[in-house]
């Protein structure tokens, strides 16, 4: 399954009313690390289609950004029966990422 992109129109039905587990990623693209995080989250929504891998940009989406408490990115979120589970700041090794959907 390919990430799904976030804006506030669709947050509701795409995360909120989601059934499975949510891994979001907040990124810009002027963002390094972002860009090296990137490839990661890409791998794990092919690999794991028991999850909805969703990516939010922050320039495009600083409501959504806001909302999370975003000030430095990238950020990861997971989200469950529409809650915030765990979340992550800064560049991580995608067994750490998939640690953070057992919380």
């Avoid at 690999?47 to 989406?61: A, I, M, T, Y």
């Avoid at 997971?78 to 959907?101: N, R, S």
């Amino acid at each position: 399954m390919s990430e799904v992109v976030i804006t506030a129109e669709n947050f509701q039905a795409q995360v909120l009313q989601s059934e499975k587990p949510v891994l979001i990623d907040f990124w810009a693209t002027w963002c390094g690390p972002c860009m090296m995080l990137g490839p990661i989250v890409a791998e794990i929504a092919r690999e794991h289609p028991e999850l909805k891998v969703c990516k939010v940009n922050v320039d495009e989406q600083p409501a959504l950004a806001s909302a999370f408490g975003v000030s430095s990115i990238p950020m990861i979120a997971v989200i469950k029966d529409g809650k915030l589970t765990a979340k992550t700041v800064g560049y991580q090794p995608k067994e750490q990422l998939l640690a953070l959907l057992e919380k």
